[in-house]
């Protein structure tokens, strides 16, 4: 069974900072990683989408890589800001062009503080 | 794009008593469809999903079941519920490989 696990846990830094935030996977044989945001007692907002074929995607002051035969995937913050507080979780896929089941770390809680 | 609708987003329900929380998605056809719930100090857990009209597969066993009566609508259920069915409950739309999420709905059993 696929499992997920993000490090770390919990990340407090100063505005201004670049972070990197870390994602494992146990089974390499995954379709597509995503980064999702998520505010306190709200929804999950996609950040970044990476096939499984591609290496890295960026937008804006985000960057996340993907290393699939080694089971990682990083998530880059550059320049953080106080608004990018909040949860970060990955998720792997398990089927490719339709959405199959995603399967979650339990996220990296994320305080920019100014 | 798709938008998500879940309500209600806050719930306090005795335990017993039965649930109902609707899902329904805009701005897509024949989108496979997600239930999660988030439970305090937990990752995400996928309860059911749904590839189409009546189609539910449940991922585990529990007192809560789902529907899909129409193509964008998704309801999950419970006769009775229990503590333990507390949560943060988060209805979830495929569009290609791309998930989009709802607000959410917070349930709390007591």
């Known amino acids: 069974k696929q499992e997920v696990t993000q490090i770390p846990a919990a990340l407090s830094v100063p505005e201004g900072e670049n972070l990197v935030l870390n994602c494992s996977f146990t089974?390499?044989?995954?379709?597509?990683l995503q980064w999702f945001r998520q505010d306190p007692g709200k929804g999950l907002t996609s950040l970044l989408l990476?096939?499984?074929?591609?290496r890295e995607q960026t937008s804006g002051r985000l960057n996340a890589s993907l290393d699939k035969s080694s089971g990682r995937s990083t998530l880059y913050i550059a320049a953080s800001q106080p608004g990018d507080s909040a949860t970060y979780l990955c998720?792997?896929?398990?089927?490719?062009?339709?959405?199959?089941?995603?399967?979650f770390g339990r996220g990296t809680q994320l305080t920019v503080w100014p | 794009s798709q938008t998500i609708h879940q309500w209600p987003a806050t719930l306090v329900q005795p335990v017993g008593s039965p649930l109902s929380l609707e899902c329904t998605v805009e701005?897509?056809?024949?989108?496979?469809l997600y239930w999660y719930r988030q439970a305090a100090g937990r990752g995400l857990q996928l309860l059911f999903y749904s590839v189409g009209i009546g189609q539910i597969s449940s991922e585990v066993p529990q007192n809560l079941s789902a529907s899909r009566p129409q193509d964008r609508q998704f309801i999950l259920s419970s006769k009775k519920l229990l503590l333990s069915d507390s949560g943060f409950y988060l209805c979830a739309c495929g569009q290609g490989a791309k998930a989009f999420f709802g607000q959410g709905t917070r349930l709390t059993v007591v």
């Open positions: 701005g897509t056809s024949n989108p496979n």
């Open positions: 990476i096939q499984s074929s591609q």
């Open positions: 998720a792997v896929s398990d089927r490719g062009s339709t959405l199959g089941r995603l399967y």
């Open positions: 089974d390499s044989a995954i379709y597509n």
